[in-house]
């Protein structure tokens, strides 16, 4: 097994612009949570689906942001518009019920 | 959650036992004890958890107090690969509720 899978590893970008991040689970894992690191603020929840379904969304910092996962397997995270202050680095994992299995993550840079 | 408490950080020297406290003393009957570490630049990865007992595995060993108020992650032998930051976390046994990272021990192997 791969593991979970994220893409881009690296992103810089112009601020406005729309940003996608991805996320393939591991098979069979029926949960998948955003998180975002930074220095200050450190790892920071910030949606979680079960079964596809977005289950608390509360940590979603403002409707910039917004994740779907269309299928059981694939989750983006999308950031319209960007902001210099969106970067961060960006995890997913997936878990079966217990042990998350993180991605490597995303390094967001918004200039 | 229950809050827990972790000293920000700890040196070990290489070879020795770490062992890395975490005090959860508002931790309720059906809450496990769960412990991560991040590696520089990596995303978080499993440990071990555990309710009352101890628990061993391949990387670690989990001693749990019997009052359940704190507990003591244990790296038997350290290698200089064990220098991460190290989250322990109190939750819900039902694995498809989110996982809340506080601030962690940051933990460095002393050649």
């Known amino acids: 097994d791969a593991g979970v899978i994220q893409s881009p590893r690296h992103e810089v970008t112009e601020m406005g612009q729309e940003v996608t991040l991805r996320c393939k689970l591991i098979?069979?894992?029926?949960?998948l949570f955003w998180y975002r690191q930074t220095m200050m603020r450190g790892l920071e929840l910030l949606i979680y689906?079960?079964?596809?379904?977005?289950?608390?969304d509360s940590g979603m910092p403002e409707d910039r942001f917004s994740a779907k996962m269309p299928n059981a397997s694939f989750s983006t995270l999308k950031i319209q518009p960007s902001e210099p202050r969106d970067s961060a680095v960006y995890f997913c994992?997936?878990?079966?019920?217990?042990?998350?299995?993180f991605g490597s993550g995303t390094r967001l840079t918004v200039v | 959650d229950a809050k827990t408490t972790q000293p920000p950080s700890m040196d070990c020297a290489e070879g020795r036992a770490a062992n890395l406290p975490c005090n959860h003393s508002?931790?309720?009957?059906?809450?496990?004890v769960y412990w991560y570490r991040q590696i520089h630049s990596q995303g978080p990865q499993y440990i071990i958890h555990g309710l009352k007992n101890n628990e061993t595995n391949e990387m670690a060993s989990l001693i749990i107090t019997e009052d359940r108020k704190s507990s003591t992650l244990i790296l038997p032998h350290a290698t200089l690969r064990d220098t991460a930051v190290y989250y322990c976390?109190?939750?819900?046994?039902?694995?498809?509720?989110?996982?809340?990272f506080g601030t962690g021990t940051r933990l460095t192997i002393i050649p």
């Open positions: 689906f079960n079964n596809n379904v977005p289950i608390d």
């Open positions: 098979s069979g894992h029926n949960s």
């Open positions: 994992a997936s878990t079966p019920y217990y042990g998350y299995t």
């Open positions: 976390i109190v939750r819900p046994p039902f694995g498809n509720e989110k996982l809340t």
């Open positions: 508002t931790i309720s009957g059906n809450e496990y």
